[in-house]
């Protein structure tokens, strides 16, 4: 049985693709896009007030971007296995589902 393993929470991915219990797949990255004391993602916190301009958050605001293109490129690339699969676990939290959910 072919199953896929999917979780996405505070700027971290990983994608696993397991023919039974062999992992056929993997690909993962990270990317610092959380408010470290205030907590929340910089999106969640610019959607609530005003848009901060200090450098911190203009690092999570790009950083947010490009972990959003590494996550399709890794999708895009399991694409053919995760076709096959019987069973797909997915945990995306919040925002995180709309990323998965759209695809």
């Known amino acids: 049985m072919t199953w ?6 505070g700027g971290k991915f990983i994608v ?3 023919s039974d219990l062999k992992c056929v797949y993997s690909g993962s990255d990270s990317k610092y896009v959380i408010r470290k004391k205030s907590g929340g993602r910089q999106s969640n916190c610019d959607r609530s007030k005003k848009i901060m301009t200090s450098v911190g958050s203009q ?3 790009e950083n947010e971007r490009i972990l959003q293109e590494h ?6 690339e399991a694409s053919a ?4 699969c019987k069973v797909i676990y997915l945990h995306a939290p919040g925002m995180n589902r709309l990323v998965f959910m759209a695809q």
Not at 71 to 76: L, Q
């Open 4 to 9: 896929a393993l999917i979780l996405c929470h």
């Open 16 to 18: 696993q693709v397991y």
């Open 59 to 61: 690092m999570r605001r």
């Open 71 to 76: 996550i399709d490129a890794f999708m895009e």
């Open 81 to 84: 296995l995760l076709d096959q």
